[in-house]
């Protein structure tokens, strides 16, 4: 009788590692993966911000509406443009007058409308850098049409110095995660293992090798370290989805392929980082002479 309590104390402390370390896994790669996701967010915003950031083109007077469609199709064709809109005269009247509440043109009386046509230009983020802006603003200004082009060049330079900055504090903590996320794995896996260091010597006693006494654990890792992984995945939809509810701009940012690949990462390194911890654990209590298997 006292042997069956022993074996069932036995059963449900292993239990309870297991749990344990399933646990301890799925909360350092819900952490991983929250930053993960704040990185994939951060990178999408900074792009977000520098696809705004355009060129005001104002087009001479008198310009033929063909010759103003042609650099329009022009642009549209460069790698470096997003898009274009052509805004006629009469619209850039239309959008002064409800930008100033009044019609300003009666105030001119017979003088002449002096808005001019012109093309909003956006770029892509790549290209949205105050280097690559001076040699495109220099190109544009080079056309016989163009009279001249309006951007806040300051601005620019602004935005892309703080996304810089904000980039390298996040990378740099991503990285010190990462290190502390693999840590903290390879700690509860080998907390795990030396639970079990008396069956691996037996195991040898009885003749088993090294790679058969590897591989359930190894498999068992793997498997833990997917469960982990999914959980996490839960954990980590389930906070996209209250952000997403709570915040609906997000939805603007949102990369859905990035963020499943992203998902895939999660879960093939939750098992990667069990998988090799596992066996280099096991690997130490192999080679382990039997008195240390008491300390």
Known sequence: MAKRDEDIYTQRKLQGSYITSVVSITLVLFTLGLLGLLVIHT???????????GFEIIMKEGVKEANI?????????SPYVKSTEYITREEATRRLTDDLGEDFIKWLG????????????????A???????????KAILGNPHVKE???????????????????????LFTILLMVIAFALINNTIRLSVYSKRFLIRSMQLVGATESFIRTPFILKGLLQGFIGGIM???LLTGILYMALNNIPELALLQQVETVLIF???????GMFITAIS?????GKYLKAKTDKLFA
Do not use: C, M
């Open 43 to 53: 990178s999408s915003l900074s792009d977000y911000i520098r696809e705004n950031i």
């Open 69 to 77: 469609l042609q650099l329009q199709k022009s642009l549209n064709a």
């Open 110 to 125: 017979d003088a002449q409308n002096p808005l001019l046509p012109s093309i909003d230009v956006r770029f892509k983020a």
């Open 127 to 137: 290209w949205a850098n105050s280097d690559s802006l001076r040699v495109i603003e």
């Open 149 to 171: 082009l309006f951007y806040q060049e300051s601005l620019v330079h602004l935005i892309n110095q703080n996304l810089k900055r904000v980039g390298i504090v996040i990378l």
């Open 232 to 234: 996490a995945l839960l």
């Open 263 to 269: 998902y895939a990462v999660i879960l093939i390194a």
């Open 278 to 282: 596992t066996y280099f654990a096991i």
